[in-house]
């Protein structure tokens, strides 16, 4: 391999922001700062869009007191963008990687900014163009292929299990039928982590729908009868990407005319429609008079002082190494392998090809989803649970022996 150029650097941040891709961003800059190789390391603003606008922020002027702030605080610190680039907007970006002297790229996000970086990097290796395209992974809804998981989804998924929590206390409170809609498109991982806080048996949520098990309606209603005859009250953690048996998703079917964003998805977050028919159905079909339902949204994606340390630590630990990468390779992507459960916990990262990740997602495998599609497993609680960290305990005084 070549040695390293003495070049810039340049790193942006695509996609939905997280909890935790600030921390990447921070791991990618401090570790530059000790490669002599790399001069100036710009700060893209707004990702591929910054990169076309040449609107950069110098990163090697950032304090160390600031850049600890950075890593803690949820969102992209500098901005993102939901622009899905072809050839020829990559043309442009290699373009003014050409005038800045920029040789090194790195790109925090998911398959599609893992895509971006192949393409520009094919480009470049097609025009002569000594260039090292590093690609940082990030997704709440850890649907990448060849990493164990993703950064950004340990600290979603603590949101949402706390989250969840709560809303069973409230439901015990008030009973009655509660769902929670949460995001997931095509992968169940963040709606599963609903159930990492359960600490009773008749703790909620007691029914959990995932994008991989269709369901429908009467399947549905079914399960939310018997849930509610038998307790007196049900909480009910619903994917955006809940799909009838059709494999079309519900939110889909209500929506006519439904907005789509840059990659032609239906937009699934923005809106209550899927809470709000469910509740209609519920309350209209099985004659249950209090029915509520939320739809997260946003909400849990950038929840400020909710951060899980094992996932804030690797989101650091994929930034360092993409930079130690690129000192050595021309290109890839940082993923990460697990090395043990429980108090054995850990992970090792190593590099895998830009082709591996770019454009492709994965599934909830078979054995965390339950035999009737409403549950998860204990598999699944040990895959997750070391990667919210340690959730709050609770008590409920309702279930004591009465005098």
Not at 367 to 383: K, L, M, Q
Request: proline residues 3%.
């Amino acid at each position: 391999m070549a040695q390293a150029p003495k070049a810039n650097a340049i790193i942006g941040q695509s996609g939905g922001p997280t909890g935790v891709i600030n921390a990447s961003l921070v791991g990618v800059i401090e570790e530059a700062r000790k490669h002599p190789e790399i001069q100036t390391l710009y700060g893209s603003v707004h990702a591929v869009a910054g990169m076309v606008k040449e609107e950069f922020v110098d990163l090697g002027k950032i304090s160390a007191d600031t850049l600890e702030i950075v890593a803690a605080s949820p969102s992209s610190a500098l901005g993102s963008s939901r622009d899905k680039p072809d050839a020829e907007y990559c043309k442009k970006i290699l373009d003014v990687f050409k005038k800045r002297n920029i040789r090194y790229f790195f790109y925090i996000g998911g398959n599609d900014s893992a895509n971006t970086a192949y393409i520009i990097n094919k480009m470049a290796v097609e025009a002569g163009y000594d260039m090292r395209a590093f690609h940082v992974p990030k997704t709440v809804d850890n649907d990448l292929l060849v990493t164990d998981h993703c950064p950004g989804f340990g600290t979603a998924g603590r949101f949402v299990s706390c989250a969840l929590m709560g809303d069973d206390l409230d439901n015990r409170a008030l009973a009655g039928v509660k769902i929670d809609v949460i995001m997931g498109r095509h992968a169940g991982f963040l709606t599963a982590a609903s159930a990492l806080g359960r600490q009773r048996d008749d703790d909620g949520p007691h029914l959990v729908y995932l994008p991989e098990r269709p369901v429908s309606m009467d399947k549905f209603l079914s399960d939310v009868e018997g849930v509610y005859k038998k307790l007196g009250r049900c909480v009910i953690a619903v994917s955006e990407g809940m799909a009838d048996v059709d494999h079309k998703t519900w939110a889909e079917k209500l929506v006519e005319n439904a907005e789509r964003d840059a990659h032609g998805n239906v937009q699934l977050s923005g809106t209550g429609a899927l809470a709000d028919f469910l509740a209609g159905q519920i309350k209209s079909k099985l004659k249950v008079k209090r029915v509520r339902a939320d739809t997260f949204g946003y909400l849990q994606r950038s929840f400020a002082g909710l951060q899980s340390e094992v996932d804030v630590d690797e989101a650091r630990r994929c930034g360092r190494e993409a930079v130690k990468y690129s000192m050595t390779d021309i290109s890839g992507s940082v993923a990460m392998k697990r090395t043990g459960n429980g108090k054995n916990y850990g992970v090792e990262l190593f590099r895998t090809e830009l082709a591996n990740v770019a454009e492709k997602t994965k599934s909830m495998p078979d054995e965390y989803i339950n035999a009737e599609g409403n549950d998860i497993t204990d598999a699944f609680i040990e895959y997750a649970l070391p990667l919210v960290g340690k959730l709050p305990k609770t008590e409920y005084l309702g279930n004591y022996p009465k005098v």
